[in-house]
């Protein structure tokens, strides 16, 4: 079977998908470098290429690994944190380039440590991954990386299946453009049957554009996880009006946070996405400021219908897209421009700029101040 150009070549839309993997991947396994209780972390990539692509672009198996080796040459390294990879591909080929870009890598890990080569179709793979998960003791974790070629495989229950235990999450790529097109076209077989799984057809509203397709199918989601789950989206605009997704889930609130910090650290205005833009010549330079006019207004319609706790207002903030420092930067900004009062635990005014939105206060002190806007 021929293969399609972008199998074979990474273009840059690609290259920021694994941008976000490996900014993720560093923040995931320093944490989890850090926490003793871990012992091992499992990785799957159930699509995962060559890892080296014919135009020197390094695919997620590379990437992964080479986060795993600088972890384990970090300064406070673990000798005992073990990792797991298993990385499948359909394509025999493709799988034997992975074998062979592997072995230059002269790959060390810990004594327990190993990769896994699998030449399954998606099915098998997604399998033998659930059914590993499944079992993992609770001093294991695992990431499983989905970045197919198509999405007719692709089942939104076997996404949320992977989330039950709590210890593992998903990085899903889906070509929302094909989706939208196919929608607004007459939904084929398979469109239906994922969008099926997830709302009933009557309750799916039209979308407008790629964006709003993929704010429809964000929304859909999070209507369809527990509450304690998170999911959030990073969008990939490879041209103008195209636009593909990477779609995070996830049965941890530090997960979530560390995920948008990354996407924070890859779009510095919006933490939104990335699109290809023209170089701006002189203009290139200019500092990138967040835009965060419409947080600000959802924060303080919040804050006006309720007097919620720093624990709260750090789990609303994630859920809105937007990281702590953006949430302290409105607080500060209401403190001087409007009546918004901070109070301990016990009820006495707080005069000093103390927020503690963090997770370290989420986890530890939930109820250590509330906010009162009037």
């Known amino acids: ?33 850090q926490s003793k209780h871990i012992k091992r972390v499992r990785f799957y990539d159930l699509f995962c290429g060559p890892g080296v692509y014919e135009n020197g672009g390094e695919g997620s198996p590379i990437v992964a690994l080479k986060a795993m080796s600088e972890i384990l040459n970090s300064d406070g390294a673990r000798n005992n944190l073990d990792f797991v990879f298993v ?25 327990d440590s190993r ?3 699998l030449n399954d179709d998606y099915q098998d793979a997604w399998n033998k991954c659930h059914a590993e998960v499944t079992k993992m003791p609770t001093n294991e974790r695992a990431f499983v990386f989905i970045d197919p070629f198509g999405y007719k495989d692709i089942s939104y229950s076997d996404i949320k299946s992977l989330l039950e235990n709590k210890k593992t999450e998903v990085l899903l790529f889906l070509p929302t453009q094909f989706m939208f ?53 990073f969008i990939i605009a490879r041209d103008r009006n195209q636009f593909f997704c990477l779609f995070f889930f996830t049965g941890h609130i530090y997960g979530f946070d560390r995920m948008l910090d990354a996407k924070w650290k890859i779009d510095e205005e919006e933490g939104r996405g990335w699109s290809y833009e023209e170089p701006m010549g002189l203009f290139s330079n200019l500092e990138k400021r967040p835009q965060i006019q419409k947080f600000e207004k959802e924060l303080k319609a919040y804050l ?60 530890f002190t939930p109820e250590k101040v509330k906010f009162e806007l009037k």
């Open 1 to 33: 079977m021929a293969h399609k150009d972008s199998q074979s070549n990474m273009y840059q839309h690609s290259e920021k998908k694994v941008e976000l993997l490996k900014l993720y991947l560093d923040r995931y396994l320093s944490i989890l470098n």
């Open 87 to 111: 990385f499948n591909d359909y394509d025999k080929t493709r799988l034997d380039q992975l074998s062979n870009n592997i072995d230059k890598l002269n790959f060390v890990g810990s004594e």
């Open 181 to 233: 097109r196919f929608e607004r076209k007459g939904t084929p077989t398979s469109l239906k049957r994922f969008i099926d799984e997830i709302v009933p057809e009557e309750q799916w509203p039209n979308s407008f554009s790629g964006l709003s397709f993929i704010e429809n199918l964000k929304s859909a989601f999070r209507k369809n996880l527990e509450n304690d789950k998170f999911v959030d989206t």
């Open 304 to 363: 006006l219908n309720c007097n919620p706790t720093n624990g709260e207002l750090y789990e609303f903030t994630l859920r809105n897209g937007f990281l702590p420092k953006h949430c302290n930067e409105v607080l500060r900004s209401l403190l001087k421009t409007t009546g918004l009062k901070v109070f301990d635990n016990k009820g006495n005014l707080i005069k000093k700029e103390a927020f503690y939105i963090n997770y370290k206060n989420f986890k």
């Open 115 to 117: 990769i896994r080569l």
